[in-house]
């Protein structure tokens, strides 16, 4: 469940770090009974980061695919590559 704090408990950044830490997900900030802000630890932040990048290069693999239908073999791309930089 998100948790949800006004903008005035925001004095108190001791809590929120502590409260953005142990749930290991954003706070939400109101300011006027409507959202305002996002606060999460750094963390938090770079696993939202690498999973985008994950789903993106997902997303990228699925549409090369789809555009011309052709697969390389790993093992084999991965011997040429070796036989290329390493000899």
Do not use: W
Request: with cysteine; charged share 30%.
């Amino acid at each position: 469940m998100p948790q949800i704090k006004p903008i005035t408990d925001l004095r108190n950044t001791t809590e929120i770090s502590d409260i953005c830490h142990a749930k290991k997900e954003p706070v939400f900030i109101t300011k006027n009974g409507y959202g305002d802000l996002v606060v999460m630890s750094i963390e938090t932040y770079e696993n939202m980061i690498e999973s985008i990048e994950v789903d993106t290069a997902i997303s990228e693999a699925e549409a090369e695919y789809a555009s011309d239908k052709q697969l390389i073999d790993a093992r084999e791309s991965l011997s040429a590559l070796r036989r290329r930089h390493f000899g």
